[in-house]
């Protein structure tokens, strides 16, 4: 019966008695809320000796019926006592969220801080990888064969189909449109210079960096972010192996190696997409492409598509490896991150992209 809670009302003094917790009181819940409910005379006596535990949600109960203030005469023990002082000392009302003016000189110095905390992350990041680099260069032994390996299939080998649709409808895409201007200026047969330009030196490295960092930059954030989260990245370092080298470098050595290549694959798919539209609408032949291209589009070109896939490689990598390690273990840092990490990779591609063009801009451009 002790385990009961029980209420009663005697003659100047109400009486609890039992277990006064949550787990007791729901089985009897409205008929002890509709007993304390009834009003009673003031300065009525509590008896809360015979109490044999009491919770918060219990406390709550009784302050809110003695109406937020303590009863003029309460005969209770000293631990029970502490219970409701908690109760007591709850705020009646959540206090409002304290809400903050717009200032945009302010968000603008926050948003310049947080880029410089980030910029100062992946510069350490991108040194550490330096000294590893050259610490397997004094123990080849050490190197990650399989992690780069399987970093290389995931990042170039599994992203050939989606990149060739790409580059396939980007190509005929633009063959189409530029089709149409040249057909009115009597031009037709500057499609292949126009097709071979954008293409090879501008359009293949570019859609690779933004496919890339959408899908394998965002992988590699997520799969170091869930190592945060799951603590495996401190289980390594407890076990004394470097986090960088088997975690961190063979991503960023595998999508480095890799995206040469898939720039040269998508340029290529691209380049036949554009050929088989400009024979559509301009009736231009293969073997007239094929043999003008090389003449329009000086080789150096290709090699500035290679080298800007390479820079793309390294940035997507770099960016992705350092807001994966930037993750808190919680759900939300980890979308926010990875979110965070595509943003900021493809912002660093257009970046980069950019030098590129001001640092060649008389590199490989036909003269006329």
Not at 93 to 100: D, I, N, Q, R
Not at 112 to 136: P, S
């Amino acid at each position: 019966m002790n385990a009961i809670p029980c209420l009663r009302v005697e003659p100047g003094r109400v009486v609890l008695t039992g277990s006064w917790t949550l787990a007791t009181m729901l089985p009897h819940l409205a008929d002890l809320q509709n007993r304390l409910a009834v009003p009673l005379p003031a300065g009525e006596h509590w008896d809360l000796s015979g109490l044999t535990r009491l919770d918060s949600a219990a406390a709550v109960l009784l302050w809110r019926t003695w109406g937020n203030a303590w009863p003029e005469a309460l005969e209770i023990g000293e631990l029970h006592r502490q219970v409701l002082g908690r109760a007591a000392d709850l705020p009646r009302e959540m206090p409002a969220a304290v809400k903050h003016a717009f200032h945009p000189l302010e968000s603008v110095g926050r948003l310049l801080l947080k880029a410089a905390h980030n910029l100062r992350g992946v510069i350490a990041l991108f040194g550490q990888v330096l000294l590893d680099l050259a610490y397997l260069f004094r123990h080849p032994a050490d190197f990650p064969r399989k992690e780069f390996a399987a970093n290389v299939y995931k990042a170039g080998a599994q992203a050939l189909p989606v990149s060739a649709l790409v580059g396939f409808l980007i190509g005929v895409t633009i063959s189409y449109l530029s089709a149409l201007q040249l057909k009115s200026f009597g031009a037709d047969l500057f499609i292949v210079n126009i097709l071979g330009i954008a293409i090879i030196r501008e359009l293949g490295p570019v859609l690779v960096a933004v496919l890339v960092a959408g899908r394998s930059g965002s992988a590699m954030t997520a799969q170091i972010g869930v190592m945060r989260v799951t603590e495996e990245i401190d289980a390594l370092s407890t076990m004394g192996i470097s986090r960088s080298i088997r975690v961190v470098l063979p991503k960023i050595l595998g999508l480095t190696a890799a995206m040469p290549l898939l720039v040269l694959w998508i340029s290529a798919v691209a380049l036949l997409g554009g050929m088989l539209a400009a024979m559509l609408q301009l009736d231009l032949s293969l073997n007239y492409f094929i043999e003008n291209l090389p003449r329009a589009v000086p080789v150096a070109n290709l090699f500035i598509g290679l080298g800007k896939g390479l820079c793309f490689g390294l940035v997507i990598a770099v960016v992705a490896c350092h807001f994966g390690l930037r993750v808190k273990p919680n759900t939300e840092s980890l979308s926010a991150n990875t979110t965070s990490a595509v943003v900021t990779a493809i912002t660093m591609v257009i970046l980069v992209d950019a030098v590129f063009a001001i640092f060649t801009r008389q590199i490989g451009v036909p003269q006329l």
